[in-house]
């Protein structure tokens, strides 16, 4: 099988969220050594003099350009690879299932999956009791090549909390798809419940 993710992805993330986090400390501790600087210029001054206001805008317009900068940084920038690093994570560890399924398209309508972007890889699996096509979602990280699925390609995937992190593809272009028309809606065509245990798997063309 093909896996989506490699040890170097998780060690990347992990590099990018502890440079992150220097480059956070750096700014604040900096922020700080300033403050310090003009408190102890201002407690070095005459009672009443003056330069008593200098210090005191300095560490003002300061601290207006710690936040303004900071603020977005972390809410932004940080958060993002937190989750991101969270969810490779949970990849290495968490529990894990096994479907197969006919391959129907891919949406990548601006999807978030735990705050974090996705691509929707859209599945459709025959359910027994209801004699009926059901639609299955899986979600890809878009930080990956897709996969080179087709419409109606019969796929073997794990999913981690509905991430696909392996697939391989058993039969190409197993099932075919019609389209319909006048709204540009895609539709399966409709086939009948297969006789056999497992999921339908069309024949090869002679």
């Known amino acids: 099988m093909i896996s989506v993710y490699k040890d170097a992805?998780?060690?990347?993330?992990?590099?990018?969220?502890?440079?992150?986090?220097?480059?956070?400390?750096?700014?604040?501790?900096?922020?700080?050594a300033y403050c310090i600087a003009?408190?102890?210029y201002y407690i070095g001054l005459p009672y009443?003099?003056?330069?008593?206001?200098?210090?005191?805008?300095?560490?003002?317009?300061m601290s207006a350009?710690?936040?303004?900068?900071?603020?977005?940084?972390?809410?932004?920038?940080?958060?993002?690879?937190?989750?991101?690093?969270?969810?490779?994570?949970?990849?290495?560890?968490?529990?894990?299932?096994?479907?197969?399924?006919?391959?129907?398209c891919f949406?990548?309508?601006?999807?978030?999956?735990d705050n974090i972007d996705v691509v929707s890889c859209v599945f459709e699996t025959w359910n027994k009791k209801k004699c009926e096509?059901?639609?299955?979602?899986?979600?890809?990280d878009?930080?990956?090549?897709?996969?080179?699925?087709?419409s109606g390609d019969f796929v073997h995937y794990i999913v981690q909390s509905n991430f696909v992190i392996q697939y391989e593809i058993l039969q190409k272009k197993a099932l075919e798809f019609e389209e319909?028309?006048?709204?540009?809606?895609?539709?399966e065509e409709k086939v009948d419940e297969p006789a056999q245990e497992e999921l339908p798997i069309a024949s090869e063309e002679e």
């Open 48 to 61: 009443e003099d003056p330069m008593q206001i200098l210090p005191e805008m300095c560490v003002y317009v």
């Open 180 to 187: 319909v028309d006048e709204d540009g809606v895609e539709m």
């Open 38 to 40: 003009w408190l102890v």
């Open 65 to 104: 350009v710690y936040v303004i900068v900071i603020f977005p940084y972390m809410s932004i920038k940080f958060s993002r690879i937190r989750r991101y690093f969270k969810m490779l994570t949970y990849v290495s560890t968490g529990l894990k299932n096994e479907e197969k399924n006919y391959f129907y």
């Open 107 to 113: 949406d990548e309508n601006n999807l978030q999956k």
């Open 133 to 140: 096509w059901m639609e299955r979602e899986a979600y890809h």
């Open 142 to 150: 878009p930080e990956m090549p897709l996969p080179d699925f087709e």
């Open 9 to 32: 992805d998780y060690l990347a993330a992990y590099k990018q969220k502890k440079r992150i986090l220097s480059v956070f400390w750096t700014i604040t501790f900096a922020y700080l």
